[in-house]
C-alpha cells in the first residue's frame, strides 16, 4: 500500500496545533449547545474542526473530509475523518479527558491514525505497517492473559434509535468477570489506552467511524486485536467495536455473545 509517513506527521502537527487550540478555549470560557437531549456541542467543536479541514486541505487539496460536525467535504478517493474533541462532555465540563482524532483512510481502511491528549501532551501516532509511537517512543499493547486481571474500558453513547445495543447488561457481566472497568467517556482515548496498554480491552456500541477510525489503527498497530462485536473485520464503519490485547480477545467476544 506504500508508506503514508508524509500524511502521519502532519497529521501529528495540525493534531498538536488543534489540541493547543482547546486548551486556550477552555481557558476563555464558551457556551454548552446540544444536539439532542444527551449529546453535547460547543461552538468550540465546530470552530476547530474547520482549522482542522483548512490546515489538512491546504496540504491534501485532492483528498476527502469528513468530520463530525460538519460532514463530508471533497470528492477524493482518500478520506480524512476527523473528530475535534471525542469527549465533548468531559471538555465543557472541566472533566481533562478529551483528545483530537485524526484518520486518513483509503479504500475504507485507516491508513493513519492520531490521536492528541492536550492535557498531558500525549501524542499517539500509527501509520499502517509503521508501528505505534507515544510522543515518538515505540510502544505496545499489554501482556495480560487473563479475564481476571485484565482492566477493560466501555462507554455509553448517546441513544440514536431503536436499534441502539443496551450495554448495560454486557456492562454488568464483564464487571464480573474482570479486575475492574473503566468508563472515560472518550472513545478514541479508550483505544489509545488499549493500544499503549494502560487498558487491556474496550467494547462498545453505537459509534460513529470518526469515534474509532484513528483508535482502531493505533491498537492493531500496537500488536492487539480488534474486530466487531461478532468478531469479524473493524474499519470503523461497524457500529461495534471490541479492541484488546489480543490475548484476552476471544474472552471477550464471548461474553458479549451470551444471551442477556
Not at 110 to 132: C, H, K, Q, T
Not at 137 to 144: Q, T
Request: aromatic content about 8%.
Amino acid at each position: 500500500m506504500g508508506s503514508f509517513a508524509l500524511e502521519r506527521r502532519c497529521a501529528e502537527a495540525v493534531a498538536r496545533e488543534a489540541g493547543h487550540l482547546l486548551l486556550e478555549e477552555r481557558r476563555r470560557g464558551f457556551e454548552v449547545e446540544y444536539k439532542a437531549p444527551n449529546d453535547v456541542v460547543t461552538r468550540v467543536d465546530r470552530w476547530v474542526e474547520r482549522h482542522v479541514v483548512a490546515a489538512l486541505k491546504s496540504l491534501f487539496p485532492e483528498d476527502r473530509f469528513h468530520g463530525e460536525e460538519y460532514g463530508e467535504d471533497g470528492e477524493g478517493a482518500r478520506v480524512w475523518l476527523i473528530d475535534p474533541i471525542d469527549g465533548t462532555l468531559n471538555f465543557a465540563r472541566g472533566i481533562p479527558m478529551y483528545v483530537v482524532s485524526i484518520a486518513l483512510q483509503v479504500d475504507g481502511e485507516s491508513v493513519v491514525g492520531v490521536i492528541y491528549d492536550p492535557n498531558r501532551d500525549e501524542l499517539f501516532s500509527a501509520a499502517i505497517g509503521e508501528g505505534l509511537n507515544l510522543n515518538g517512543k515505540a510502544v505496545g499493547v499489554s501482556a495480560i492473559e487473563e479475564m481476571s486481571e485484565a482492566v477493560l474500558a466501555t462507554g455509553f453513547p448517546p441513544p440514536r434509535g431503536r436499534d441502539d445495543v443496551d450495554n448495560i447488561p454486557h456492562f454488568a457481566d464483564l464487571a464480573r468477570k474482570t479486575r475492574n472497568i473503566r468508563r472515560l467517556g472518550s472513545a478514541a482515548l479508550d483505544l489509545a489506552y488499549v493500544s499503549v496498554g494502560r487498558l487491556d480491552g474496550f467494547w462498545e456500541f453505537n459509534l460513529s467511524p470518526w469515534d474509532t477510525a484513528a483508535g482502531y489503527l493505533l491498537v492493531a498497530e500496537g500488536g492487539g486485536k480488534v474486530t466487531n462485536e461478532r468478531g469479524a473485520g473493524y474499519t470503523g464503519w461497524q457500529t461495534g467495536i471490541v479492541a484488546t490485547n489480543g490475548s484476552i480477545h476471544d474472552s471477550v467476544l464471548l461474553a458479549l455473545g451470551k444471551e442477556k
